[in-house]
């Protein structure tokens, strides 16, 4: 026999080798196996096991502990019972997965009916709650006057204001950058502290296509309601502090 040098744990590995090597599905085990086939120490342990496990088959079984092993169901399998929905840890699951499920339910709701540039105007609608008169520059004309002031000074196009809000007079308005750096006008009219928006439609990742729709959408956001449209590339939208019944009459009937 050669002198086999094995690491710690090779060694424990090896003494609780089962004897065919068939049942093992360790890998460590297979490998310090391996390791230790030509030593001295493995041969005796090896046919130590085999001896004592002849033994064991040869030793007779009486008659009355063989009854005990008839059945295959040695271990009765636990039932559930309802006393363990009152355990606090399974309460407690229940609980958060309930919340979990009423999450994604009322995020399905709030945006069932989103289209392209929603998230967007709902930033917006949060401008419009934040901005304070101040900000505008002072304007006093029709807002649909300030579609080619728009394109002078700025050279935005066709961020004209749609003839259902055309003629309301205006007090101020100003341009500027949203986070994601896009061009957006803002118009403050009188008619109920209004708030207009003119914006760059959403477009497509991959053709750079502007996305359209059709007709009058509504968004709402923290109290503020906004209805928007696309046309050209550009959305606009009238935003006011209210409901959306507070728009309905000032859009048409093909509001979607």
């Not at 342990?45 to 502990?65: C, G, H, K, M, Y």
């Not at 000074?153 to 007090?171: G, I």
């Amino acid at each position: 026999m050669k002198i086999v040098r094995l690491s710690r744990r090779q060694r424990l590995l090896a003494n609780c080798a089962p004897i065919s090597e068939e049942r093992m599905n360790d890998r460590a085990m297979r490998a310090a196996v391996f390791c230790a086939r030509g030593s001295h120490e493995f041969a005796h342990q090896q046919s130590f096991d085999r001896a004592v496990a002849t033994l064991v088959r040869n030793v007779p079984v009486p008659p009355e502990i063989e009854e005990w092993f008839s059945s295959e169901n040695l271990v009765p399998r636990s039932k559930w019972k309802w006393k363990m929905a009152k355990n606090p840890a399974v309460l407690a699951v229940a609980i958060a997965l309930a919340v979990i499920a009423g999450v994604f339910v009322l995020q399905f709701l709030e945006h069932r009916h989103d289209f392209p540039g929603a998230e967007a105007a709902r930033k917006l609608l949060m401008a419009a709650a934040s901005t304070r008169s101040v900000l505008l520059d002072p304007v006093r004309t029709d807002a649909g006057a300030l579609g080619d002031l728009f394109f002078m000074k700025h050279q935005l196009e066709h961020y004209d204001v749609p003839p259902e809000f055309a003629d309301f007079r205006t007090l101020g308005c100003r341009v500027f950058d949203d986070d994601e750096g896009h061009r957006v006008a803002q118009i403050w009219v009188i008619e109920k502290g209004m708030q207009f928006f003119l914006f760059p439609a959403e477009r497509n990742a991959k053709t750079g296509a502007a996305l359209s729709f059709s007709g009058w959408r509504h968004v709402e956001q923290e109290g503020w309601t906004g209805v928007v449209q696309e046309r050209n590339g550009v959305c606009f939208m009238a935003a006011l502090h209210g409901r959306e019944k507070d728009l309905t009459p000032y859009v048409s009937k093909t509001k979607e």
